[in-house]
């Protein structure tokens, strides 16, 4: 039997994708998103995309994360230069356009704005609780984002990209922005030196596996992901020290 899910505290109520009828935004005809690097604001809507993607894959018992814990995973207060620690892009969705951005030097990076025609309407059934804290703009939603983090090999002399996750609320899925995000990913990583991005993809899920086989990414089929963790990782807690003590 899998453990019972963690529950969160009050201040981190988890939401789902339920939309209300009081609480809807309908776009038509053009939909423009924005993406950019997140920051310390973001925190609350990072927790609650994490969470839904371990809905998504039924793993909700393994969810452990707390604002708290991912604020030190994500910005600290000494970090690592930039994209070299764990890095969120976050997808905004508005119905009005973005302002065009400012090249800042504070985040290093320059937000992508992009413009989708709708095939049909996109309901954003949660505003208050995805709405963006990021500027002043009201009509901006937290549509999706894309973990990923520095890696390193012996078969290189750079390092590369480990892409953790994509993920997308289900309102916003199969428009493209799939495309735009994971693009944007290995833009970063073609120009800042960045040899590869490298990642898990499910062979379970064709949608997800052809999307990646699109994108460009070769499928090494001679290789298994692997994974020592839990108790098995455990045992070998101490284990100098226990040796050490029996000779």
């Given at each position: 039997?899998a453990?019972?899910?963690?529950q969160p505290?009050?201040s ?6 339920a ?14 998103t924005?993406?950019?690097l997140?920051t310390?604001s973001?925190?609350s809507?990072?927790?609650?995309l994490f ?16 604002e708290?814990?991912l604020?030190?995973?994500?910005f600290?207060?000494n970090?690592?230069?930039l994209f ?8 905004e ?7 065009e ?9 320059k ?6 025609d709708l ?14 804290k ?6 901006a939603?937290?549509?999706?984002y ?9 078969f ?9 996750s994509l993920?997308?609320?289900?309102s916003y899925?199969?428009?493209?922005m799939?495309?735009?995000l994971?693009?944007?990913v290995?833009s970063?990583?073609?120009d800042?030196?960045f040899?590869?991005?490298d990642?898990i993809?499910?062979v379970?899920n ?11 990414v ?5 290789f298994?992901y692997?994974k020592?963790?839990g108790e098995?990782?455990?045992?070998y ?8 003590e029996t000779?």
């Amino acid at each position: 039997m899998a453990p019972a899910p963690q529950q969160p505290t009050p201040s981190e109520t988890i939401i789902t994708d339920a939309s209300s009828e009081n609480n809807n935004v309908t776009i038509t005809e053009k939909i423009y998103t924005r993406v950019r690097l997140a920051t310390k604001s973001d925190l609350s809507h990072i927790y609650q995309l994490f969470y839904q993607i371990h809905v998504y894959h039924n793993f909700t018992h393994l969810y452990k994360a707390t604002e708290s814990s991912l604020e030190g995973l994500l910005f600290k207060e000494n970090p690592l230069p930039l994209f070299y620690g764990p890095s969120v892009l976050l997808l905004e969705v508005s119905p009005t356009p973005f302002n065009e951005p400012k090249n800042t030097t504070d985040e290093g990076f320059k937000p992508v704005l992009t413009t989708f025609d709708l095939k049909f309407p996109v309901v954003e059934g949660q505003v208050e609780e995805f709405r963006s804290k990021y500027d002043d703009k009201s009509d901006a939603y937290i549509a999706g984002y894309a973990f990923f983090y520095a890696n390193y090999s012996c078969f290189n002399d750079k390092p590369g990209f480990y892409f953790e996750s994509l993920y997308f609320r289900e309102s916003y899925r199969k428009l493209g922005m799939g495309k735009l995000l994971f693009g944007t990913v290995s833009s970063i990583a073609a120009d800042n030196g960045f040899v590869s991005v490298d990642g898990i993809v499910a062979v379970w899920n064709k949608k997800s596996y052809d999307f990646y086989i699109n994108m460009g990414v070769e499928i090494f089929d001679e290789f298994r992901y692997g994974k020592l963790h839990g108790e098995n990782l455990q045992k070998y807690a101490d284990k100098g020290k226990i040796e050490e003590e029996t000779c």
